[in-house]
């Protein structure tokens, strides 16, 4: 069974306009047929009102009528006489009959003269019948070859029909994941309305979904910000106290676990914030994306002297993008900070940032482990730490800099460096650049 709305409605409709060919070129055949041998005993009777005026006399071939029609002018006499089939002409009344001559069958036209004599004009039945069929043939010929042009105004007529819900298709395939807006109603056909308020409406429920979802993240991340800034607060208040080893070393792992879950908390609330800021890039401002990165490292500076690795600059330029400042420093800073966590002592961390025609590019390096190639294609998707979890992270910051990306038109891509000599993970984002 053909699954496509598009195949079915050509196959239907070609079957109609074959089956209806089909059948008017049999009548039409049929009719031109008859209308061509109705012409040729026209021919014939003119022919014998021709020789009864005195026009024509004597058996005779009359190839002025038609080089290849075989007409026969054939005196029968005022009595029998001659062959069988003249006598048995001769007694035929007068009109148009069926006979034969030469053993083959005709057709003829008997008349009888004044003065007693008669005479046939006759006409090979075979060549009647080729004639006919001629003239047939050419009048259905056109209607044969209109059905092939039929066919393809046919698949045009669909093509150009089905064209709106193709463009739609298109619309909703080139759009953002948390792009949730009405598909618009005007200039499509009145049919596709019904499913096209459907998907508004479905669009509409994910979307307060989606928002629910949002809300409840960003409460229940700010309502646990609380008890955990006072379980801090009383774990710092127990480094004054003298504690046995074994008891400070619990404590450690305490004071730990709850870094660990306000680093958490402010990721998801980070998250969530993100994801409630409208995204209209024309409306942004134009920021310096070198500039945004020089204050991230400079906060950073501090951090990485203090784990032995080298941070900076391999090629800062002036690029110029539409953006909130505070995302893309959030996304330079996730970036640089999971950099961090797998830099090993003594390895270095290389930010270049340049344009590359109508695009910014931000490039990071770091001289870590990289990632194992079943992983990579994971990295950014939220709460994936890997088979190497390193530090406190939560697996949130590289899942917020690739929405943080997305929702600025660009692309971000991490491969393992495989030059000579190295390791390390790169990882480069693409912007568009903007236009001063």
Partial sequence: MIKSLRGRLFISLTAIVLLTGLVGGVFAHRWAFDEAIETQDSVLIQIA?????????????????????EVWLMELGKTPQGTQEERQLWRLQDGMRDATRKGKPVRVVLRTRSDGSRFAVAQSTGVRDEIAGD????TVLPIAALIPCL?????????????????????????RADDMTALPLHDLPSELNPFVSSING??????????????FI????????????ALSLQAENLDQVELPPAARERLAALRQGMRRS?????????????????????????????????GVIADLLRDAISRGVDLGFARAEPVPVRGEPVMLTAM????????LRFAPEGGRIDVAIYQDGATGVLQIEDTGPGVSA???????????????????????????VKRIVDRLGGSIEAVNMTEAGRTGLRVVVKLPAATV
């Fill in 218 to 229: 960003a409460d229940a991340a700010h309502e646990l910000r609380t008890p955990l800034t």
């Fill in 332 to 339: 330079i800073r996730n970036l640089i900070d999971n950099a």
């Fill in 151 to 175: 066919m393809l105004v046919i698949a045009f007529v669909i093509a150009r029909s089905l064209r709106p819900m193709v463009r739609l298709a298109g619309d909703l395939d080139a759009r």
């Fill in 135 to 138: 003239m047939a043939f050419r």
């Fill in 202 to 215: 479905l669009l509409r429920r994910v979307h307060d979904m989606m928002e629910q979802q949002r809300r």
């Fill in 49 to 69: 009102g021709l020789v009864q005026g005195g026009g024509l006399t004597g058996t005779q071939d009359l190839h002025g009528v038609d080089k290849d029609s």
């Fill in 374 to 400: 079943d992983e990579i294609d994971r990295i950014f998707e939220p709460f994936f730490r890997g088979q190497r979890p390193e530090g406190e992270g939560a697996g949130l910051g590289l899942a917020i």
């Fill in 262 to 294: 306000k680093h958490l908390l402010e990721q998801l609330l980070a998250l969530a914030r993100h994801d409630a800021t409208p995204s209209d890039r024309a409306q942004s401002e134009v920021v310096e994306l070198d500039r945004i990165a020089r």
